[in-house]
């Protein structure tokens, strides 16, 4: 059964963003960092900020929202890229102040046409490039 | 090749990290998020706090470092518990304000004893608590 989206009246879900949001504890700017990762793969795609605002509209559209710190705005991911994030799974950890996406990523999630914003990493030659951290589902 | 810890000449690893330094953007506290995912599993294990030392020990130590911003102090994840987190990987994203630690996770990585922190999801039935996300493996 998905957890957000189709399938799931809206209305119910809606008084479940409200238990949400009484649970989150949002810093002084009213934010809290929220990490996307790829359901199918396990790959975390980025880390985020989100407010209120957009954690009721990702609950609302079942699509990964964020709070751009750059440009001030609610920012629904994909929405000019076409990179979209439905989002299958939400959750909130144990103090509270940090979220998880688990998405189905349509794309490459980072601005620089990686799949993941965490495409560096340290070697032992310095920072190397690549695409982003290996598949899960690769590694064991 | 491991990354970090055995196997890799520390001297190199300790001019990597100033490497890695120089990359991240610190918050106004000096900090910067930290992304803990399990490597066999794909989980992520939770979301803490790292500032330069955190980071310097972390390359170091091989082992995930933090800034525990609740008891103002550096936090070797497992020194007290046991449930010490080997890093595998070490990762920056695009805009050098997020890190990840890919890492093979000794034991539940939360307090309450929750193998990941994320253990609360927002379900058509209001907060649901498991033990975390499914491993990604599962998933495909």
Redesign the interface.
């Known amino acids: ?1 998905p ?2 989206g189709n399938g ?2 809206i209305s ?2 809606l ?3 409200n ?2 949001l009484s ?1 989150v504890k949002f810093d002084s700017k009213g934010l809290v ?1 929220v ?1 996307a ?1 790829d ?6 795609r ?2 985020a900020w989100a407010n209120a605002e957009a954690l009721r509209a990702t ?1 609302q559209s079942g699509l990964a929202t964020f709070w751009s710190r750059s440009r001030n705005e609610l920012w629904e991911k994909g929405k000019t890229s076409g990179n979209s994030m439905p989002v299958h ?7 509270g102040d ?1 979220i ?1 996406y ?1 998405v189905d990523a349509n794309g490459p999630s ?3 046409n ?1 799949t993941s ?11 190397a490039v690549d695409d982003g ?1 290996a ?3 690769a ?2």
């Not at 359901?39 to 975390?44: P, W």
């Not at 799974?89 to 103090?95: I, T, V, Y």
């Open positions: 059964m957890v957000l799931v009246d119910t879900m008084g479940n963003v238990a949400l649970a960092p990490i990762q359901r199918a793969t396990g790959v975390v980025m880390l609950v799974e939400l959750r909130l950890d144990c103090d940090a998880l688990i980072c601005h620089t990686a914003c965490f495409f560096r990493s340290v070697t032992a030659n310095g920072l951290p598949p899960a589902a590694k064991v």
